[in-house]
């Protein structure tokens, strides 16, 4: 496990030129620069994620459009049908209306993952990457911040939620769209299915045929970032360089053994987006609504509880009370998909569990790229919000949760 955590870091493609980015953008996809056009790389654990701003295509020169290109590190580039599977997801819930950035096809219009030749940052020969190009989805990010409004807490709660009851419909309900609750998702979804030709019913199938690829593509990750690894982190306990810190990760990592871990074969699985954090989830201007969720590098067939505690453990980072936070999340998911009494009393372990891998693997790979501060912005706020949730009694947390603010 953590040798493949270190050939992630170490198979990172190398930084490369404005110019070399659009060129590989105009070979693979047929981008093409415009007298407009802007380049940014977004930071990033393991790829390289560069925003291209006003390109257009070849065959529509005319329409300027915003797009993101991604170079994958050479350990998901050795596995293509990984990456496919992440486009397949995306396709998935775009169709059952969650918005998320769509893949877009290569020039030749044969798929939607592309291979370029770059060296690593490790300065290692030049190997071959993977290559998407995914539509670029507008917001602002949440960040962190020292409170948010209840009406935005409890819809990102409702929003992670409506992931997974798109993601149900192969398993329960192929006439089934997600997210009934949702003003203007339905909408969105009926469009989607006009501008196909094939019936209603015909449309859903296929997609669930797709879903159920990609689902089996995902069971076969073995990624140090699903919360089933938290007993691997103790392999990066060097990493941290306090003491006192070490001791809280020890103790996390042991009650995630005692607690967890003898459950975990009989929690609900699913397939989750694995890393809705305050970088991921986008907001309307207004802070009240989510416009989207980006970055399904992590996705993967796992527990189901997971994706709520996840997203519970970074909207924590920076909060005064980090109890009323959690309250509006928990409240939001759990309206319509009840959690299971093993998943209500695994959750707090699972948060702080989360945080521990962050705060762990963060500092691993700060210290393989010193120069990247996107590394640690856990580390800034996560060991604070960490000691003040081990310092909550786990049966006083879930008495919170099911009570409500």
């Known amino acids: 496990?953590?040798?493949?955590?270190?050939?992630?870091?170490?198979?990172?493609?190398?930084?490369?030129?404005?110019?070399?980015?659009?060129r590989h953008a105009r070979e693979v996809f047929?981008?093409?620069?415009?007298?407009?056009?802007?380049?940014?790389?977004?930071?990033s654990y393991d790829d390289r994620n560069f925003f291209l701003s006003?390109?257009?295509?070849?065959?529509?020169?005319?329409?300027?459009?915003?797009?993101?290109?991604?170079?994958?590190?050479?350990?998901?580039?050795?596995?293509?049908?990984?990456?496919?599977?992440?486009?397949?997801?995306?396709?998935?819930?775009?169709?059952?209306?969650?918005?998320?950035?769509?893949?877009i096809k290569t020039a030749d219009n044969t798929s939607c993952v592309g291979c370029i030749i770059l060296p690593c940052i490790s300065g290692s020969d030049s190997r071959q990457h993977a290559v998407r190009l995914l539509q670029y989805i507008p917001g602002s990010i949440i960040g962190q911040r020292e409170e948010e409004s209840p009406a935005l807490l409890q819809d990102i709660g409702r929003y992670l939620e409506a992931g997974w009851l798109a993601y149900r419909c192969p398993v329960l309900d192929y006439e089934q769209p997600l997210s009934r609750r949702r003003p203007g998702l339905w909408?969105?979804?009926?469009?989607?299915?006009?501008?196909?030709?094939?019936?209603?019913?015909?449309?859903?199938?296929?997609?669930?045929?797709?879903a159920e690829g990609a689902a089996s593509a995902l069971k076969e990750r073995d990624l140090l970032w699903d919360l089933k690894n938290v007993p691997s982190l103790s392999s990066f306990s060097e990493f941290i360089k306090d003491e006192g810190r070490?001791?809280?990760q020890r103790e996390v990592i042991r009650r995630f053994e005692e607690k967890v871990s003898p459950k975990m074969e009989s929690l609900r699985k699913a397939v989750i987006q694995n890393d809705a954090n305050e970088q991921n989830i986008l907001i309307d201007q207004d802070r009240r609504r989510v416009q989207g969720i980006i970055d399904f590098g992590d996705c993967t067939y796992t527990c189901l509880i997971f994706e709520l505690a996840i997203?519970?453990?970074?909207?924590?980072?920076?909060?005064?009370?980090?109890?009323?936070?959690?309250t509006h999340i928990y409240a939001g998911y759990n309206k319509e998909v009840s959690l299971t009494q093993d998943e209500k009393e695994i959750l707090h372990c699972l948060i702080c569990s989360r945080l521990v891998q962050s705060l762990t693997l963060g500092a691993y790979s700060f210290s393989k790229d010193p120069t990247n501060e996107y590394l640690l912005v856990t580390a800034q706020t996560g060991w604070v919000a960490l000691e003040a949730l081990m310092a909550i009694r786990e049966d006083d947390f879930l008495k919170r949760m099911e009570e409500g603010v």
């Open 1 to 22: 496990m953590k040798s493949q955590e270190v050939r992630r870091k170490e198979q990172k493609p190398a930084k490369i030129s404005v110019d070399d980015v659009l």
């Open 30 to 43: 047929g981008v093409v620069r415009t007298d407009q056009t802007h380049v940014d790389e977004f930071d």
């Open 54 to 103: 006003k390109i257009c295509f070849a065959n529509e020169p005319d329409q300027y459009v915003d797009v993101v290109m991604k170079i994958h590190n050479g350990v998901e580039s050795d596995n293509l049908p990984l990456v496919v599977a992440q486009n397949d997801v995306l396709s998935y819930l775009s169709l059952h209306a969650v918005d998320v950035p769509l893949p």
């Open 187 to 210: 909408a969105r979804w009926i469009k989607s299915c006009l501008r196909c030709p094939k019936s209603l019913r015909e449309l859903l199938r296929s997609s669930a045929l797709v």
């Open 246 to 248: 070490r001791a809280l």
């Open 311 to 326: 997203c519970m453990a970074y909207l924590m980072l920076g909060k005064k009370d980090i109890l009323t936070t959690a």
